[in-house]
């Protein structure tokens, strides 16, 4: 039996992605294998939102080129959004692939992976149908991902999603609810809804269906536990959505919500279509609704244009906003977007002291929120067993901070309210409430 080996670069859809392309070569007779090295079929799911992304693929595809030197018969296939952007480009940049395939074009990889050993360089970018059907999901441990939709329609001045992955497609109701009641069955207590813009979900559906009706009808499936979602884009957050995180049980009560920058000239620059005022206002009405509401976000650093004072107005919206957890990246110019053309490109050591000045804040914000947590009462959902303390389970709260706490192995997979005794870098410590 013919082996595969994958490996995975990028966002959680990229990964939910990687789960889907398994299965399809699973279905199609391929078996799982361990290492690069034993394996015919070698895949690279690939990601194109930064530059380091895409040096990182390439560099892991010169050690598999490498191989293949040794091995010819060894087929490598480059699959995702870089793929999809590169195009027959990626032939050129390294003739030893054979076959590319489109964030879209999934379901055609066991075929181009047929066919490879024949024709050299089949490419599949095109829309074969990947978004439609549900996936026989394998089990992977108590979280599972389910996208609810493909692509975006955004066109952020950065950002190179919407060309790699292409325009916004709602998935079926009917297809994510069966997906998510698959998942359940086979194990799965907490599921993660995917999209790149998750509040738009359904615009393409017709008027009843919109994303908050889309939690009510997901929390009603037996077995879930909680339900998490990302990513919300701030421009679409309706008021039944805020409502719906108030009065859904399950939906836990935390949001990813990238803000991008603090600055409005900046934010207007990267097409983002709210002002840190409207920004500020939509925290407020969501810490009203749903108090201790857990709050996470994405900041730029160095965008076009960006002066030392619009960055000073980011690290001053993080000190404000307290934010639980904040991830921030330096702008990459990426080819194809409006961002790659613009003038006023900020100098790499500029960005590098700006990164590093807002990463100190974001660490004392993350503090802060841990330390915030100590004396309350919270619900962790137990994943694994404490590597690190002996009798001690490991899980995490709806805000995603890591809690250790004495426990068996029989709790796995349970929620079990815990007392927060103290903060450590890294996590929370417990004692669990009688269960
Ligand atoms: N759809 C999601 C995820 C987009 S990619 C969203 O809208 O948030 C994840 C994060 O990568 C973005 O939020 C942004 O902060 C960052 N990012 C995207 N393109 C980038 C670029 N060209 N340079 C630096 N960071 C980028
Ligand atoms: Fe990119 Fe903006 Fe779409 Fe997010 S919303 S994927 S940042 S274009």
Known sequence: MKSFYLHTFGCQMNEYDSERIAQG???AGWQVSPDAEGADLLLLNTCTVRQLAEQKAFSLLGRWIALK??????VIGMVGCLAQHLAQDAFKRAPEIDFIAGPRALTRIPELAEKAGRFRHGAEIGDSGYGHGVTTPVFHGWQARVAVMEGCNQFCAYCAVPHARGREMSRPVEDILQEVEKRLMSGAREIMLLGQNVNHYGFDLGKEMDFAELLRQVAQLPGVSRIRFMTSHPK?????LIKALAEIPHVCQALHLPLQSGADAVLSAMRRGY????????????????????????????????????????????????????????????QGTVAATLPGAVFPDVREKRLGELLENIRQAAVASQAGHVGKREKVLVEEMDPSRTGHVKGRTPINHWVSFPGPESWLGTEVPVNITAAYPGGLLGEPETK
Do not use: H, W
């Open 25 to 27: 070569l699973l279905d």
């Open 69 to 74: 030197r040794r091995r010819p018969e060894v």
């Open 236 to 240: 679409d957050f309706s008021p039944r």
């Open 275 to 334: 002002t840190l005022a409207a920004y500020r206002d939509l925290v407020e009405r969501l810490r009203a609704a749903v108090p201790g509401i857990g709050l996470s976000t994405d900041l730029i650093v160095g965008f076009p244009g960006e002066t030392e004072e619009d960055f000073q107005a980011t690290v001053q919206a993080v000190r404000d906003l307290n934010f639980d957890m904040a991830y921030c990246f330096k702008f990459s110019p990426r």
